[in-house]
């Protein structure tokens, strides 16, 4: 009996968690070593217009910033990852699967 409540209060706050990042336009991702996407939320279609199947385990992260500042942009990045310091709303852009530019404030 506890179990099952347990199993469903788990079940109504995860759908809580996806309403929030959907009516947020927040993207939840995780990258390995390398900066390969490894997990990318749904919310990501609302945002950039790639599925999550599109971007894990094929794309970089710096893959969907703009190729004109890119190499500025991975230097700054792998500054704050290898800081292992936490980061808030680091403001960048990224561009969208039809072509348009969209900014972004990334934490982690």
Known sequence: M???KA??????????LVELTSQSRTIAWETDTDGKYTYVSNVVSLVL?????????????CDLHPEKNRAHFIETTQKILHSNASFHEYEHKAVHKNGQLVWL???G
Do not use: F, Q, V
């Not at 199993?7 to 809580?16: G, I, Y």
């Not at 217009?49 to 992260?61: A, F, Q, S, V, W």
């Open 2 to 4: 506890l179990r099952k």
């Open 7 to 16: 199993e469903t209060l788990l079940r109504e706050n995860e759908t809580r």
């Open 49 to 61: 217009g790639y599925t999550p199947d599109e971007l894990i385990g094929k794309m970089h992260y």
């Open 105 to 107: 404030a990334t934490s």
